[in-house]
């Protein structure tokens, strides 16, 4: 079981797998999560769904290397399996429950940022095979970073790349893209914002300046991710919500992202502790 | 076996009446005296399916010890330790011959959701009676509220827990884990896919509450659920493990159930000053006795009368205090229970740097959600009758998902009996 069928390095530190997991597949849908374990004593992991092939039975993952963990599962090889695969998890992405008609009036824009843009592209797809029109914007540091480009490309109307330094497509953050797309006569019923919790966070304030509505998919920690610990307690509209099994996309203009961002912050010190002294031992029995 | 020999046999044992799986406890504790221990076993085995389990955490003084003949004027008999001597003893001394061996087969397949006190105990007696029977576990390990909640000083995993689960396993039970129902897969798609003729509910009350007071979504703020899943589960009290935990100088753990307990005594030994904060005073703390005299044994500080109000944090956005109201007992309430009033003006401060939320739990709603059919009440939990039968034909249900948060052996008695209902239902079809 959850045994490894592919895998490719798309950055030096990002890296995609395919991986065995029939029931997942079965039931994933867009804007859905799993959690993995690399092995025993690893940690269970909320990783998003980047791909799902029904017919083979199989998940794609994208994990980018953060810490002992995200390493450990970095350095599994081909015919390597996880201790575990669960999921589907979390609620699906809004427009896969919208009724037809009030679909057929939505203008996507999907913004994508950094490995966040591997969640996007089920969600491009979807829209696309549905005949949604969908634009995206990815947006990276720098052009090593760029990730799912090609992929990307085959599932949207318009893709627009921007780099922090310029050295792929247009110069800037995803913010600036958008700005500029929307000067430049496009218009957009409704944005998805997926990345770091910082770059939603200021995504979205662009979003409600140019009066496009935002949904953003909130990356929590997370222990089980069916509701029963609590670590995913986000403030939504003033609100306690559990991104888990509420989420994980939520409203963005809504979501507190400050305390959302320290809450992510709370075993910084544990980890790093952790990480100093980790020595990967996966593979060697 | 001194002890065994204090039982007196009585004609009528109300202990039996008392036990919520009606174990045969004069004829188990006759084998003891006899010094046939693996006989012991077997009549016990008869029952219940879990004895190392509830000979350690059962509230004996409630059940059968507290209705022993010889506790009127004295101690009663140890029927706990007892049970678990027996079942230590038969764990450490494998009989190869008599293990349980799966019987045959009666093709009807049933599936059994979380592998928790009430899915084992209805899985094993479905099992005895030929049934080919599926546990979904959602978690990575099978034991439910035994793995996940329970500690280590409470209950040993690797001896006892694993030794429990492997004697289901070797009835024919299959465990599948990693298997959310309602996610992964729906009730609708095991009875019309996959062939499950008849399913049984055993999902536990998972979902924490919290107080829903300022500050509780500061960094340190955790509920009782997540700091012991990290804690059992996920072993984080290990170096080798990776999950982190967080516990600091000082803990005040809320509530004062038996989970409180267990958070509060977990907290001390990541090395911890723990307070055990609670609204009304030690008589009516919900823990079993046993659990609260090893918390003060151990140096845990209890401040009852206290509710908290509000959680201070820092300018990092980290716990600093739990702002608390002293409490007094006015007229009892509808439980029967004095309800704590706040004593106005009382507020203070206890610096702290972590604070867990023990308040109870509640099922979850991940399968009444997924489920055509399935009725549940206001307070969340599964509609079913004395039998276990729910409001959807040929699907059962039983312990804390249908009562609310209650004990392993209330989950295990009513495990069994949906086990015979779910027979009754499939032999007429």
Redo the contacts between chains.
Sequence with gaps: MYQILRKEMLTPAICRMEVEAP??AS?AQPGQFLIV?ADE????IPLTISDFNKEKGTVTIVTQRIG??SA?IISMEVGDAF???????GLASEFVEMAPEKLAQQRYMLIAGGVGTAPVYPQAKWLKEHGVPVDVIIGAKTKDLLIYVEEMRGVCDNLFICTDDGSEGFKGMGTNMLEKVVADGHSYTQAVIIGPMIMMKFTTMTCRKLGIPATVSLNTLM??G??????C???VGGK?RFAC?EGPEFDGYEVDFD?AM??Q???KA??AA?NEH?VCKIGRG | MLEATRCLHCKNPRCVGACPVSIQIPEFIAKVCEGDIRGAAAIIAQDSSLPAVCGRVCPQETQCEGSCILGIKGEAVAIGKLERFVADWCRENPDTDAQAVAVPSNGKKVAVIGSGPAGLACAADLAKWGYDVTIFEALHKAGGVLEYGIPEFRLPKDSVLKGEIAQVRRLGIKIETDVIVGKTITIDRLMDEEGFQAVFIGTGAGLPKFMGIPGENLCGVFSANEFLTRNNLMKAYREDYLTPIHAGKKVCVVGGGNVAMDAARTALRLGAEVHIVYRRTEAELPARKEEVHHAMEEGIIFDMLTNPVEILGDEKGWVKSLKCIRMELGEPDESGRRSPVPVEGSEFEIPTETVIMALGTSPNPLISKTTQGLEITRRGCLVADEQGATTRPGVFAGGDAVTGAATVILAMGAGRTAAKAIDAYLQGK
Excluded at chain 1, 83 to 89: H, I, S, T
Excluded at chain 1, 226 to 231: E, F, L, Q, V, Y
């Design positions: 029931r997942v039931a374990r004593k690893g940690e269970r002992a963990s450990d201790a575990d695969v669960v999921g589907p998890l222990v089980d069916t509701g029963m610990c609590g670590a307690r986000v403030t306690t099994v305390e320290r809450r912050g709370q075993y544990e980890e952790e980790h």
